[in-house]
């Protein structure tokens, strides 16, 4: 089974700046694609897709959103945090079955 | 609105059972792979398994610690999906979601690359 890694488990940035999380996957996936996505999670919500490829933001994701990576070692960045993105961030694969999401960054404002 | 909606959650003793109801509404449920995702309290999510959809075979796939205790299935003609659970543990505590499959079909064939419609959820206790 795959393992998603991410780090840190938490974060707290200030409006305005850089938000990045990592998420690491224990192997890498074939045919040149990367199998990843990123969801938001706001507290008493289901999950909400932001990233799918890595890097493709889906339809109405604000564009300080942005994903990044490839092979093991991918990115989460938030450009320039607003009060509205706190949540927890969760990575996921959909390489291989089971479609493992990482443990969460908690991302909270300093 | 596309929207799903669970049901089915409650209180159960260890060791019993429940089937828990997915419906959706203003949603191409025949061509969509559905998901079921669990969220224990205060933890992470963790993918419970999927279910393809007739066009793609039909197939079922779960987390191999589930295997044999849960169960997926899928009505099409009622947009439904169910989640059938035998054997619950205290540890099954969770909020149960269920969630499609966003197929991207942009190289001709669709392929799957993350869940992009949610419902809010049901909460199942598994206490004595």
């Known amino acids: 089974d795959i393992v998603m890694t991410q780090s840190p488990d938490s974060l707290s940035v200030s409006l305005g700046e850089r938000a990045t999380i990592n998420c690491k996957s224990s192997?890498?996936?074939?045919?040149?694609?990367?199998?990843l996505a990123w969801y938001q999670q706001k507290p008493g919500q289901p999950p909400k897709l932001l990233i799918y490829?890595?890097?493709t933001r889906e339809s109405g994701v604000p564009d300080r959103f942005t994903g990044s990576g490839s092979g093991t070692d991918f990115t989460l960045t938030i450009s320039s945090l607003q009060p509205e993105d706190v949540a927890v961030y969760y990575c996921q694969q959909y390489y291989n079955s089971p479609y493992s999401f990482g443990q969460g960054t908690k991302l909270e404002i300093k | 609105e596309v929207q799903f909606v669970e049901s089915g959650g409650g209180l159960v003793e260890p060791g019993g059972s429940l089937r828990l109801s997915c419906v959706g509404s203003?949603?191409?449920?025949?061509?969509?792979?559905m998901n079921w995702v669990r969220q224990a309290p205060g933890k992470g999510l963790e993918w419970v398994g999927r279910v393809k959809s007739k066009t793609g075979g039909g197939a079922t796939e779960y987390a191999a610690p589930l295997k044999g205790r849960f169960t997926i299935s899928r009505d099409d003609s009622k947009d439904t999906m169910y989640l059938h659970m035998n054997s619950l543990r205290t540890e099954d505590t969770a909020v149960y979601y269920c969630?499609?499959?966003?197929?991207?079909?942009?190289?001709?064939?669709?392929?799957?690359?993350?869940?992009?419609?949610w419902g809010q959820g049901t909460t199942v206790t598994v206490s004595s």
């Open positions: 969630a499609a499959d966003k197929g991207d079909c942009s190289s001709g064939t669709c392929t799957p690359v993350g869940m992009d419609v």
């Open positions: 203003e949603f191409s449920f025949t061509h969509a792979y």
């Open positions: 490829w890595a890097s």
């Open positions: 192997q890498s996936f074939n045919n040149n694609k990367n199998y």
